[in-house]
């Protein structure tokens, strides 16, 4: 039984148990590139924005169903549920399903946690998934062992039925670990290296050096004028984009020197580069999903956007399965009822391999017509439900009595071998 004022208060709860409200509560942190990483900062990122936005898209775009088991070993679309336009069609009176999940994507790329409120009928069926800023929820860890609910906006906890929560890859069960909290210097590092590049341009890239004056023209005894020299000079050549391929006159001898590494010999292009594939790894997400084609080839691409789907995106559709099934279905229904992210779609190949995949089903005996379009998404025909029997292929037993000769056979050859 659920006690309100169990958690009315923070005392009693150790670090061990409250860290996830010290993790979420951390506005901003600043890594090692000397750059501070937070939410805002990190979605300035290129390469993180189109991770998360990629993955928060993809889950978004594919339909969520109900399915309920037959008695024959099949499955049927349980639209009479009440959990099945739940999480088909209209989460909440607000967002749309594809609006929904991918906020829901987003925010555990994000912050490695989706909390969303059940709201439920007085039959214990939820209605609407309210979602809930991370940010303003504490995870706290009951006497029971379950996790409980802290809203901070509300002053109120409520116990774990009431929550649907999504973790990404936890340590201690309770909460999910933030990207950017676990992976600060990667994101940092991305964020330099952009704030470089763009200091760059702004303050011109080959003009940080010194002038040098011959000795036999002595030195200019005047600081004004020295000043009104640099200052020129640099109001000319050194005032960004507009002045980047200005050309210098330098008088009396004087020679130009360059002290700072140019672009190419701090490998500014290779670093920026960088910074997109280890944002990548970061989500395991192949470059070339994110417009990043360095090194991506007609060849490869096919199967990389295979494996996107397979060891990037499966292990995200089953933890949201796995949390609708936890949280939306009563526990007399999980055995008979089941929740599943339709992702077929993405799995197939081109049309060619596809179409020959087909005809291989079809001709051995265990694809029909009607199958086909159906996985194709077209409607069935008359008589398509029929399949094919290869006739080279026989029972080995049928063979073997087949071989066995009748009396009456055995007589019919006898008298052959007599006339011959």
């Known amino acids: 039984m659920f006690l309100p004022n169990l958690f009315g208060t923070d005392k009693g709860v150790n670090i ?3 860290w996830s409200s010290w993790i979420s ?3 901003s942190r600043q890594s090692a590139a000397g750059v501070m990483v ?3 900062s990190a979605m300035g990122v290129a390469a993180f924005r189109a991770c ?4 928060a898209e993809s889950i978004a775009q594919l339909p969520c169903e109900l399915y309920r088991r037959t008695a024959d070993g099949g499955r049927e679309r349980a639209t009479d549920h009440p959990v099945y336009s739940l999480i088909h069609s209209t989460p909440n009176r607000k967002d749309t399903s594809f609006e929904y999940y991918e906020q829901a994507q987003g925010s555990l790329g994000i912050e490695g946690n989706h909390v969303a409120l059940i709201e439920r009928d007085s039959y214990g069926y939820p209605k609407e998934l309210i979602p809930v800023n991370f940010n303003k929820v504490k995870v706290l860890k009951g006497t029971d062992g379950l996790p409980y609910y802290r809203l901070l906006d509300y002053n109120e906890t409520v116990p774990m039925h009431m929550i649907h929560h999504i973790k990404h890859f936890s340590i201690d069960g309770y909460v999910g670990l933030s990207p950017l909290q676990t992976n600060t210097d990667t994101i940092g590092l991305a964020i330099a290296t952009e704030q470089h590049a763009a200091a760059v341009f702004q303050r011109g890239a080959t003009m940080s050096g010194v002038i040098e004056r011959p000795e036999a023209a002595g030195a200019i005894s005047d600081q004004t004028k020295v000043d009104a020299l640099l200052n020129k000079f640099t109001e000319r050549h050194g005032g960004g984009l507009r002045n980047a391929f200005s050309v ?3 008088q009396e001898g004087m020679q130009y020197k360059q002290l700072a590494m140019d672009n190419e010999k701090a490998q500014l292009i290779e670093s920026r580069g960088f910074g997109v594939i280890e944002v990548c790894r970061l989500y395991k997400v192949p470059p070339h999903m994110i417009q990043h084609l360095d090194k991506a080839s007609f060849n490869n691409i096919e199967h990389q956007g295979l494996q996107y789907v397979i060891y990037t995106l499966l292990p995200w559709v089953k933890r949201h399965e796995a949390a609708m099934m936890r949280d939306l279905l009563l526990p007399e229904e999980r055995n008979d009822y089941y929740i599943e992210f339709n992702i077929s779609g993405l799995l197939r190949g081109d049309q060619k391999s596809r179409y020959e995949a087909y ?14 379009r159906r996985l194709e998404n077209m409607p069935p025909i008359p008589g398509g439900d029929r399949y094919l029997t290869p006739l080279n292929m026989v029972d080995s037993e049928k063979l073997q009595g087949s071989l066995n000769a009748t009396p009456e056979q055995m007589k019919d050859i006898e008298d052959i071998l007599c006339r011959v």
């Open 16 to 18: 061990r148990q409250n």
């Open 25 to 27: 509560s951390i506005a």
């Open 38 to 40: 937070n939410n805002e």
């Open 52 to 55: 998360v936005t990629l993955l």
């Open 248 to 250: 210098a006159l330098l």
């Open 359 to 372: 005809a291989i089903g079809r001709n051995w005996g265990w694809l029909s017509v009607n199958d086909i």
